[in-house]
């Protein structure tokens, strides 16, 4: 009896010694994995026929073309998408299979919509429903990905959760919802320049949050 107590304080001990803390996501010495964008939840508000060099925008190519084109920008364009330098690190770890399972997932892919009421649809509740069914593929310690919620052509503005996680627990240590410009030249372009800016954001207010 006295052995078995002994094994599950030890348990205990190592599990906590590995969970993470909010305190986590602005300790320098806490190493941080990206694991990218996620668009599961993504509306489109307007019509994408004005990107006349992009072509026919489906919702098949949304899916296949755009999500993985912006969620490689982080990997290939480091030093403009710089995660390590947002976070206050000298260097993260990548992880985007997690993100790119997630976006593949979706079957019958519908993320077109009229109703300016979408721009807005998701809450702190349901990005922590989220993260609870999330697949981290066997990642560890904490993590970080936004959860892309909208974007709107008539706002010409995008909106996403940025959420750090503890990918072992599944549990949401911080989420802020960010609204962010677009612009640029190109419908890739254009929608990309939200997400750098929401990086630098977060960067600029992380301790106040």
């Given at each position: 009896m006295k052995k078995l107590v002994l094994s599950l304080m030890a348990l205990m001990i190592g599990a906590a010694a590995w969970a993470q803390s909010k305190a986590d996501i602005t300790d320098p010495s806490k190493e941080l994995t990206w694991?990218?964008?996620?668009f599961t939840q993504l509306k489109f508000i307007?019509?994408?026929a004005q990107w006349?060099?992009?072509g026919e925008i489906t919702n098949g190519a949304m899916r296949d073309r755009y999500f993985p084109g912006w969620n490689d920008l982080f990997v290939k364009e480091q030093k403009k998408y710089d995660v390590a330098k947002a976070t206050n690190r000298a260097d993260v770890k990548y992880a985007t299979n997690v993100t790119e399972k997630a976006n593949n997932s979706i079957k019958n892919p519908s993320f077109f919509t009229d109703d300016?009421?979408?721009y807005t649809h998701l809450t702190e509740q349901q990005v922590n429903d989220l993260v609870r069914k999330y697949d981290?593929?066997?990642n560890k310690g904490l993590g970080l990905l936004f959860f892309?919620?909208?974007?709107?052509k008539g706002k010409e503005e995008a909106a996403m959760w940025v959420t750090f996680v503890d990918m072992g627990s599944k549990?949401?240590?911080l989420t802020k919802r960010l609204t962010e410009k677009s612009g640029g030249f190109g419908?890739?372009?254009y929608w990309a320049k939200t997400f750098n800016m929401a990086l630098k954001d977060m960067g600029n207010d992380l301790k106040k949050w």
């Open positions: 694991l990218g964008l996620d307007g019509d994408a006349k060099d992009a300016a009421n979408a981290f593929q066997g892309v919620e909208s974007m709107s549990k949401v240590l419908f890739r372009n």
